[in-house]
C-alpha cells in the first residue's frame, strides 16, 4: 500500500538555525498538511496545501515557518529560526481530496537544543 | 477553527474489557474520522463516518456518527494489549484533531 514517507526520521538543530523537513506524498492525493505534536501532548493542525498554495494555517504556523512543493513529488516545511519550543514530532500527512481520510507519514522528531 | 471534545483523557482498563470514548463539538460536521496513535508513529485512520445516524465496524471497533451531527463514538470490544495507544478523532473541517484519549490496557 503507498504510503506518506518522511525524512528524516530525527533532526538535531541548534536555536537559531534553519530546518528543513521533508515529505513525500502519496502519489495520487492532492491536498498536503503539517501537523505538530509536543511530546505527550494532542497532534496540532499547523498548515493545508491545494494546488501549490496554502489553504488554511492555524495561529501557530506564523511567519518563522514556511511551505513549498518544490517539485512533483516532495512536500517541505521550513522553520526559519528554530526555537526551544519547536521541539517536537512533525507530522506529514496527505489525502485525495478535502475532507477524505487523511494518511500520516511516521513522522520527523525535531530536537532544538 | 472548531473545537473537539474528547473523552475521556485516559482510561485504565483490564485485557478483555469493553470501552468506549466519544468526541463532541459545537459545530457540524459531514465527516468524523477516528485514528489512532502508537508510540512513536503518525496516527492510522480506523474508521471513517460520512453520514448522520451512520453506525460503522472494523473488527472489535464500532464507531457511530451523531444525529445532530456534531458528536460521534468509538467503541472497542474485547481489548486486548495492542489496543493501547491514543485515539483521536477528527472531523472534515479543517482536519483538526481533539485532544486525543489515552487508552492502557493491562494484562
Known amino acids: 500500500e503507498p504510503e506518506v514517507t518522511q525524512t528524516p526520521s530525527h533532526q538535531v538543530t541548534q536555536m537559531g538555525q534553519e530546518v528543513i523537513l521533508r515529505c513525500v506524498p502519496i502519489?495520487?492525493?492532492?491536498?498536503f498538511y503539517w501537523y505538530r505534536q509536543i511530546l505527550g501532548q494532542k497532534v496540532e493542525f499547523l498548515v493545508s496545501?491545494?494546488?501549490?498554495?496554502?489553504?488554511?494555517k492555524s495561529e501557530i504556523f506564523d511567519d518563522q515557518f514556511s511551505v513549498e512543493r518544490p517539485d512533483g513529488s516532495n512536500f517541505t516545511l521550513k522553520i526559519r529560526s528554530t526555537k526551544l519550543e519547536d521541539s517536537a514530532m512533525y507530522f506529514c500527512?496527505?489525502?485525495?481530496?478535502?475532507?477524505?481520510?487523511?494518511?500520516f507519514g511516521n513522522g520527523t522528531r525535531l530536537t532544538v537544543t | 477553527g472548531q473545537q473537539l471534545n474528547q473523552s475521556p483523557q485516559s482510561m485504565f482498563i483490564q485485557e478483555g474489557e469493553d470501552v468506549s470514548m466519544n468526541c463532541t463539538s459545537s459545530s457540524i460536521f459531514n465527516t468524523w474520522l477516528w485514528y489512532k496513535q502508537d508510540p512513536g508513529e503518525g496516527p492510522v485512520l480506523l474508521i471513517a463516518?460520512?453520514?448522520?445516524?451512520e453506525l460503522t465496524s472494523n473488527g472489535r471497533l464500532t464507531a457511530q456518527f451523531g444525529i445532530t451531527r456534531k458528536d460521534s463514538f468509538l467503541n472497542i470490544s474485547a481489548s486486548i494489549p495492542s489496543d493501547v495507544g491514543i485515539y483521536f478523532c477528527?472531523?472534515?473541517?479543517?482536519?483538526?484533531f481533539g485532544a486525543g484519549t489515552r487508552l492502557t490496557v493491562k494484562p
Open positions: 463516518l460520512y453520514k448522520a445516524g
Open positions: 502519489s495520487n492525493h492532492l491536498y
Open positions: 496545501f491545494y494546488n501549490n498554495e496554502i489553504s488554511e
Open positions: 477528527a472531523s472534515d473541517g479543517d482536519m483538526r
Open positions: 500527512a496527505s489525502s485525495v481530496i478535502q475532507g477524505s481520510p487523511l494518511h
